[in-house]
C-alpha cells in the first residue's frame, strides 16, 4: 500500500482500486483565522475525480472542514464514499448525505468495514469526539492515531488488540496545538511541546511499529493574536532526532507530495525542506498574519442576554451552578462580568484581576457557536491572567459543547462528574481544570 502526505492530517491511501483520503483540509485559514498551512498542499480540486473514499477523525476544521468540501465538483462527491465514527448527534454523517455524495457509512466501533478487495478499515472514537483509524490493506495494518492523546499502556493495548496485536506503520501527532501559555509563559510551551513529543514516543513504543510516521501539526499560528505560539512548536528535525534515540522503529519523515510504501526514504531531504518551510515562516511580517476586528458593545450584550436565556432555558438548574466570570476585552478597553442573571455587564476591573483576556471578535464567537470555546482554547487567541480563574469562563461554554455532541447535561451529570474526579477516575467529557 501507498501513503502519501497530502498536508498536516491529510494522507491519501492507496491499494488496489481503493483510494481514500483523510482529513482533507487543503486550503485556507481555520479555527476563527488562528491556524494556517506551513507550505501548500500537495492536492487539487480535480484530483478528487480519482478518490473513492473519504474518511474524518473528527469534526475539528483541519479534518473536516465544509468549504474545503463544498468545492468537490458534484460529479466528483457522486462517485465518493464517506466513512465517519459512529456518533450521538449524526453532524457530520448528515451534512455528507445533503451534499450528494455516494454513500455516508457510519463505522461502528470493533468492526472491520471492507472498502475494497484486500482493503479493510476500523474506526473508533477515542475522547472529545476524537477517532482512530486502522486500516488493513493486504494484512497490512497501518494505524492512524491522529490528534488521539493515546498516553497510557491500558488504551494502547486494548487499540493494539483490537487491530489484530500488530502495527505495521504508526502515523500520529507531534507537537502541540493549542493554547500553550501567555506570551511571557515560554516555560508551559517548552513543557507542552515535550508533553507531546512524549506521548508521540510512547505511542510508538507501545504499538511496536515497524515504520512510525509523524503528522497532525504541519500548521502554524497565523494570527496577531497567537503567532508568539510558534517560538517553541516540534519541529521535523527534533523529531526525528527524538526517533531514533529512543525508539528502535524505522522513522519516516514526509514532505507534501511524498509517499510511504515500505521502500527505504531519504529523511534529512524531507526534514531539509521543512526546516527551511519553518524558517520562512519566523521571518514573516505583520502583513502575513491575521487581524482582529471588534465587534460593537451593544452587540455583545444583545448576544450575552440571548445566549443566558438558552442555557437556563436549556439546562435548568444544572445551569445555576455557574459562576460568574470576569473578562477583559482588549480591543476595547473594558472589563466585563458575565454571569446567568445579566448576560454581560461592565464591572470596574483590571486585567490582571479578569479570568481572560481576549479580543471582543472572540467572546462573540464563543456566545454565538456551541464550538466556539472548543475554537479559542485551539487556536490560543487569548491570555489567562495569574489572578483569573479561567474555568469559570470556560465552563459557561462547555454546556452548549457537550449538547451539541448529544450529551445529556444535567444534575446528574454533573453530580457523575464530580464524583469522578474525587476519586481521580478518568472522564473523557469532563469539565476544565
Keep these: 500500500m501507498d501513503v502519501k502526505l497530502i498536508n498536516h492530517s491529510c494522507l491519501l491511501y492507496s491499494h488496489g482500486d481503493v483510494k481514500m483520503i483523510c482529513d482533507p483540509w487543503i486550503e485556507g485559514r481555520v479555527f476563527d483565522n488562528g491556524w494556517d498551512f506551513i507550505v501548500p498542499s500537495a492536492i487539487a480540486y480535480e484530483d478528487f475525480a480519482e478518490i473513492t473514499h473519504i474518511w474524518f477523525s473528527h469534526e475539528h476544521p483541519d479534518h473536516f472542514f465544509p468549504p474545503n468540501l463544498n468545492k468537490i465538483s458534484a460529479e466528483h462527491r457522486a462517485n465518493i464514499t464517506v466513512v465517519f465514527q459512529e456518533t450521538i448527534d449524526k453532524r457530520v454523517v448528515n451534512y455528507c448525505s445533503k451534499k450528494g455524495f455516494k454513500e455516508v457509512i457510519e463505522l461502528k466501533p470493533n468492526k472491520w468495514y471492507t472498502m475494497g478487495e484486500d482493503f479493510q478499515v476500523m474506526c473508533e472514537n477515542y475522547t472529545e469526539g476524537d477517532s482512530w483509524l486502522a486500516v488493513d490493506a493486504g494484512g497490512e495494518i497501518i494505524l492512524n492515531t491522529n490528534d488521539c492523546e493515546v498516553n497510557?499502556?491500558?488504551?494502547?493495548?486494548?487499540?493494539?488488540?483490537?487491530?489484530?496485536?500488530?502495527?505495521?506503520?504508526?502515523?500520529?501527532?507531534?507537537?502541540?496545538?493549542?493554547?500553550?501559555?501567555?506570551?511571557?509563559?515560554?516555560?508551559?510551551?517548552?513543557?507542552?511541546?515535550?508533553?507531546?513529543?512524549?506521548?508521540?514516543?510512547?505511542?510508538?513504543?507501545?504499538?511496536?511499529?515497524?515504520?512510525?510516521?509523524?503528522?497532525?501539526?504541519?500548521?502554524?499560528?497565523?494570527?496577531?493574536?497567537?503567532?508568539?505560539?510558534?517560538?517553541?512548536?516540534?519541529?521535523?528535525?527534533?523529531?526525528?532526532?527524538?526517533?531514533?534515540?529512543?525508539?528502535?522503529?524505522?522513522?519516516?519523515?514526509?514532505?507534501?507530495?511524498?509517499?510511504?510504501?515500505?521502500?527505504?526514504?531519504?529523511?534529512?531531504?524531507?526534514?531539509?525542506?521543512?526546516?527551511?518551510?519553518?524558517?520562512?515562516?519566523?521571518?514573516?511580517?505583520?502583513?502575513?498574519?491575521?487581524?482582529?476586528?471588534?465587534?460593537?458593545?451593544?452587540?455583545?450584550?444583545?448576544?450575552?442576554?440571548?445566549?443566558?436565556?438558552?442555557?437556563?432555558?436549556?439546562?435548568?438548574?444544572?445551569?445555576?451552578?455557574?459562576k460568574p466570570s470576569f473578562v477583559y476585552l482588549k480591543d476595547l478597553g473594558v472589563a466585563y462580568?458575565?454571569?446567568?442573571?445579566?448576560?454581560?455587564?461592565?464591572?470596574?476591573?483590571?486585567k490582571e484581576e479578569c479570568d481572560i483576556i481576549l479580543g471582543s471578535d472572540s467572546l462573540m464567537n464563543c456566545m454565538r457557536f456551541p464550538w466556539g470555546c472548543d475554537t479559542l482554547g485551539v487556536n490560543g487567541r487569548f491570555s489567562k491572567p495569574e489572578k483569573?480563574?479561567?474555568?469559570?469562563?470556560?465552563?459557561?461554554?462547555?454546556?452548549?459543547?457537550?449538547?451539541?455532541?448529544?450529551?445529556?447535561?444535567?444534575?446528574?451529570?454533573?453530580?457523575?462528574?464530580?464524583?469522578?474526579?474525587?476519586f481521580r477516575q478518568k472522564e473523557e467529557v469532563s469539565f476544565y481544570n
Aim: aromatic residues 12%; glycine residues 4%.
Design 337 to 350: 462580568k458575565l454571569s446567568l442573571a445579566n448576560g454581560l455587564e461592565k464591572v470596574t476591573k483590571s
Design 388 to 422: 483569573g480563574n479561567y474555568s469559570r469562563f470556560y465552563n459557561f461554554f462547555r454546556y452548549n459543547q457537550l449538547k451539541s455532541r448529544g450529551e445529556t447535561v444535567n444534575l446528574g451529570y454533573l453530580f457523575k462528574v464530580i464524583i469522578r474526579k474525587i
Design 152 to 322: 497510557n499502556p491500558h488504551d494502547a493495548a486494548k487499540i493494539k488488540e483490537k487491530v489484530g496485536g500488530k502495527v505495521d506503520a504508526l502515523f500520529a501527532q507531534f507537537s502541540y496545538a493549542c493554547w500553550a501559555g501567555n506570551p511571557d509563559q515560554v516555560h508551559i510551551r517548552e513543557q507542552m511541546a515535550k508533553s507531546k513529543l512524549d506521548i508521540f514516543l510512547f505511542q510508538i513504543n507501545q504499538f511496536e511499529p515497524k515504520y512510525s510516521i509523524p503528522i497532525a501539526s504541519y500548521v502554524w499560528f497565523c494570527h496577531q493574536d497567537n503567532f508568539y505560539l510558534n517560538d517553541r512548536i516540534n519541529k521535523p528535525d527534533r523529531v526525528l532526532e527524538s526517533m531514533q534515540k529512543h525508539t528502535t522503529t524505522i522513522p519516516v519523515v514526509l514532505f507534501p507530495g511524498e509517499s510511504f510504501n515500505g521502500s527505504k526514504h531519504d529523511n534529512q531531504s524531507s526534514v531539509d525542506k521543512w526546516m527551511k518551510a519553518y524558517k520562512e515562516l519566523e521571518n514573516k511580517s505583520v502583513d502575513h498574519l491575521e487581524a482582529a476586528s471588534s465587534v460593537e458593545e451593544s452587540n455583545l450584550l444583545t448576544t450575552s442576554k440571548a445566549f443566558t436565556k438558552q442555557l437556563k432555558d436549556d439546562f435548568g438548574l444544572a445551569a445555576r451552578v455557574l
